[in-house]
């Protein structure tokens, strides 16, 4: 669709609230948790679905949201979007329970999911090439100020005005955006006849990650053991039939000819699969810290603030490094280095001073922000114009999918050493077995990256 008008002044902050919104109740939650667990009556090591929930449901929806803004319009998508999320929000609220608290961030969830693609689709319809990084820019800083506001406003909510005002602030706000985008934004719809949706692919896909996101997060469980592995099984059939349905499809959800670029596959398996370890560390730290450790949800959202403060900082020293060191080389001793790290959490104690955990903390923010700045650069580097929309957008699914099943995999390791015999019921003691298991899964991670020839990546450092 061509730019006939010159779009509102306002379009800009609408796209970077709705980018802000949705990347803060990614995290939000993190600090939040034992409270919440305590007003619903559970433990707050059983707490992860809240979570994994929400994540798994952005990466399950995700790949409708460009067929819905192509078949309906920008504006429409955009407005119910965020009406479902603000209802989903209200839900969450209201919740008297961890399942419904579960249902509601479902819910919410449906919502951020048509939210999060669509600021770069409708910048990139309604500026010219000449203004479009600057937009892009300027849209999609909250998403780096969100890990380090939401834990400490998700904190000081939960522990100063209750925890149901983490959900209820997004209402009026929801609601003013809704109201604005009916005013300010263009209705950008797809030329033509639009491409038929690939519902058997989207529900093989979606299918195949909700299966295995639930026989992760109750494997741990003895009475579960054997329904836990029969859905992980059915899970990877349902994947594998939807590789042989997309090979067969005119136009599938996500073209095989994607993983048929060496760059893209190493890429998207490494992203994958280093994320697992470091996507559990936003649900693990903070449970140290106000279970094991006692300290408050306040001084808990403060002490995690380095790490998103250090990942921002580290941002302009990436690319000399990689001009320096190579793309493999980077990321095989990053990996590593994240994996030792994260190790290294499993040595602290409640009578550790703070300013002492300050180093490892700043260490783990730098080394996050080089591992996901390389991953995602490397991975889309070689993949043809046409592909690079598909490409994005299934690396941002798997980016999700690795927090979910992240999550349920740090939840179920701690979960599962808790209740370990020779622990005794000591929760630091299952805590320090849990730190030292996601680290070693983050250090053989490292195997993946070592496939990388040592000029990868050369192109975008030239």
Not at 90 to 97: E, F, G, K, R
Not at 131 to 142: A, C, E, H, T
Not at 209 to 236: D, Q, T
Request: net charge positive; charged share 10%; with cysteine.
């Amino acid at each position: 669709m061509e730019k006939t008008a010159e779009p509102s002044r306002l379009l800009p902050l609408l796209l970077a609230a709705a980018v802000f919104m949705q990347m803060l109740d990614s995290t939000v939650l993190n600090t939040a948790l034992p409270l919440i667990a305590a007003d619903l009556h559970q433990s707050p090591l059983n707490m992860q679905s809240a979570v994994v929930s929400y994540a798994l449901t952005l990466a399950m929806l995700m790949p409708a949201s460009a067929y819905l803004s192509e078949r309906f319009g920008t504006r429409q998508v955009f407005s119910a979007a965020m009406l479902v999320f603000v209802a989903g929000s209200l839900l969450c609220a209201l919740a008297p329970s961890l399942p419904m608290l579960v249902l509601a961030r479902v819910i919410q969830g449906a919502g951020g999911a048509m939210l999060a693609p669509a600021p770069r689709q409708i910048l990139m319809q309604a500026y010219d090439k000449n203004r479009l990084l600057g937009m892009m820019n300027f849209v999609v800083m909250p998403a780096l100020l969100g890990p380090v506001v939401g834990p400490l406003l998700g904190a000081y909510l939960a522990e100063y005005a209750g925890w149901h005002w983490i959900f209820l602030i997004n209402v009026p706000f929801g609601l003013a955006a809704a109201w604005l985008a009916r005013t300010v934004m263009p209705d950008f719809r797809g030329e033509g006849a639009v491409p038929a949706f690939d519902l058997a692919g989207f529900l093989l896909f979606g299918g195949a990650a909700a299966g295995l996101s639930v026989a992760v997060e109750i494997m741990h469980f003895p009475r579960y053991g054997a329904f836990a592995a029969l859905l992980a099984v059915l899970s990877l059939l349902a994947a594998a039939a939807y590789w042989r349905h997309a090979a067969r499809a005119a136009q599938p959800l996500y073209s095989p000819q994607l993983l048929r670029v060496r760059t893209y596959r190493i890429g998207l398996s490494g992203n994958f699969a280093s994320r697992l370890g470091v996507s559990a560390l936003p649900f693990l730290l903070p449970l140290l810290l106000q279970v094991a450790f006692a300290y408050s949800a306040t001084a808990a959202g403060w002490a995690l603030a380095p790490i998103a403060l250090a990942s921002i900082a580290a941002k302009p020293a990436i690319r000399p490094l990689m001009l320096r060191f190579g793309y493999r080389r980077v990321l095989v001793a990053n990996t590593l280095l994240l994996g030792v790290l994260i190790m290294l959490l499993a040595l602290p104690d409640a009578h550790t001073p703070l300013w002492l955990l300050l180093p490892l903390l700043l260490a783990l923010g730098l080394s996050n922000s080089i591992q996901f700045t390389a991953m995602n650069t490397l991975t889309l580097a070689d993949l043809a114009p046409v592909q690079a929309g598909s490409g994005a957008s299934l690396m941002t699914v798997n980016q999700q999918l690795a927090i979910g099943f992240g999550t349920a995999i740090g939840a179920s390791l701690l979960q599962y050493f808790s209740t370990l015999a020779p622990l005794g019921g000591d929760v630091h003691a299952a805590f320090r077995c849990t730190f030292a298991a996601v680290g070693v899964l983050t250090l053989l991670s490292a195997a993946v990256f070592a496939r990388l020839q040592p000029a990868d990546g050369s192109n975008l450092v030239a």
